[in-house]
């Protein structure tokens, strides 16, 4: 079984600032990591993920997230956040072979000020 | 770009009555599934469905659940005696099932339960 902890359930952020949401997962087997991120009023959408290979992976909207096995984290940062960037964001885990569910985390509100 | 769509987007329902959500996934995907997200908690796995069987549940999806696929492009969720804490964003989600593929999220239907 899988699990995910997201630990900052709000991140206020001015505009242009760096930001970091921490997700830690733990797993008895192998993993495959995702971001979701929900908009306002939207459903979930697919931000970036890991399945195998560089550790390192990126969206084209300029977030990246680095899977750490060691630690069991996937955290993801942007180097300078918009206003657009608003959202709640779902770190996911899903085992891989086997079962096809995600368990997802809490989920953490990032809210950029201006 | 195709989607997962969901109809309806909200659905208000009397205590006991049966509600069907329903989606449309995206055509050339074998694996399906609902999730909900109860107001403020985490997004939870409730089924997933695959050639044209059950392939895993979670402990929500008790006898009051039931899925169907009764066409070659619609997958339903039926509650059939609803209770109010069933009131949740519900969604459903498609993917090409193979190891290195996410799953993509339909827009949600909001579920009140009065």
């Known amino acids: 079984a899988q699990s995910v902890t997201q630990l900052d359930s709000q991140v206020p952020v001015f505009e242009e600032a760096p930001v970091e949401l921490r997700c830690n997962y733990s797993s008895s087997v192998s993993v495959y990591l995702f971001w979701y991120v929900q908009y306002p009023n939207q459903g979930l959408q697919l931000l970036l993920k890991?399945?195998?290979?560089?550790?390192l992976v990126e969206s084209i909207n300029g977030f990246e997230a680095e899977f750490n096995k060691s630690q069991t984290s996937f955290h993801l940062r942007k180097p300078s956040v918009h206003i657009s960037d608003t959202a709640e964001y779902f770190c996911a885990v899903r085992g891989a072979g086997g079962s096809e569910k995600l368990v997802f985390g809490k989920g953490t509100k990032l809210t950029v000020n201006p | 770009e195709p989607e997962v769509t969901q109809t309806p987007s909200h659905q208000v329902t009397q205590m006991g009555q049966e509600v069907i959500l329903r989606c449309v996934p995206i055509?050339?995907?074998?694996?399906f599934y609902w999730y909900r997200q109860i107001l403020g908690q985490k997004v939870e796995f409730l089924v997933s469905f695959y050639n044209n069987e059950i392939s895993e549940k979670s402990e929500i999806f008790d006898d009051q659940f039931s899925v169907e696929r009764p066409d070659g492009s619609n997958f339903t969720l039926k509650i059939r005696s609803t209770k109010l804490e069933d009131s949740a964003m519900y969604f459903c989600a498609s993917s090409a099932g193979t190891a290195n593929t996410e799953a993509f999220f339909g827009q949600g239907t909001r579920l009140t339960v009065v």
């Open positions: 055509s050339n995907h074998l694996y």
């Open positions: 890991y399945l195998s290979g560089s550790t």
